[in-house]
């Protein structure tokens, strides 16, 4: 349970992420202003701890793309940032209390990450178990960069990404840098806390 402090850090954390979803302007009646719709309403849900509620309207958001693949319709980066953001926010609030003190370099550089801001702060959430468990960081950056991506984690879904492609093959290679950089960064501070 978070403690009064950290539950009001994670709402005005939710409201940035809110800010960050207006902010994707997707065209009227388009496929990404349908998802954009699922996407918001998770939001609220999010805000208000309907946490399962928030979910099946994240896959109501899923169904929408999963249809349009279905019908042909090609996918933009933006629909599927809107998406991700959505993923990123359920995941967040179901980990906040162990990230609540490194989400911010990830949200510093979410435009760099999109639309797999879910999948880094997935292998973020990996990488720090793994380094408290003694793993050396190389090593614990290799496990937490071949994560699948989050679409097949959280709705099975093959087909948008290829099947289990891990996010070190969905990243561009700026974007693989700049997750590695953050990593060690975290690690680097968490060494320095413990001296």
């Known amino acids: 349970m978070l403690s009064s402090a950290l539950e009001e850090k ?11 979803l207006e902010r994707l302007t997707p065209q009227q009646g388009s496929l990404s202003s349908m998802v954009k719709a699922h996407v918001a309403e998770a939001l609220l849900l999010l805000r208000e701890g309907k946490d399962e509620e928030a979910k099946s ?12 693949i279905y019908n042909f319709i090609s996918l933009d980066h933006a629909t599927l940032s809107i998406l991700d953001l959505g993923i990123f926010a359920f ?5 906040y209390l162990y990230l609540h003190d490194v989400v ?11 639309p797999h801001l879910a999948g880094v702060l997935s292998a973020t ?3 720090i178990c793994w380094i408290e468990a003694g793993r050396k960081p190389e090593e614990a950056l290799e496990i937490a960069l071949s994560l699948r991506n989050e679409l097949y984690e959280m709705f099975g879904d093959t087909r948008i990404y290829r099947f289990r ?3 070190s093959m969905l990243l561009s290679p700026e974007a ?5 950089q953050i990593l060690l960064h975290i690690y680097n501070e968490r060494q320095d806390h413990k001296k």
């Open 10 to 20: 994670k709402q005005r954390f939710l409201q940035d992420v809110q800010d960050e």
């Open 176 to 180: 693989l840098a700049n997750l590695r």
């Open 165 to 167: 492609e891990r996010l």
């Open 57 to 68: 309207s994240l896959f109501s958001a899923h169904d929408c793309i999963y249809e349009s």
């Open 125 to 127: 959430y990996c990488f």
């Open 91 to 95: 995941r967040l609030v179901g980990s």
């Open 104 to 114: 911010a370099y990830l949200w510093e550089k979410r435009k760099d990450f999109y």
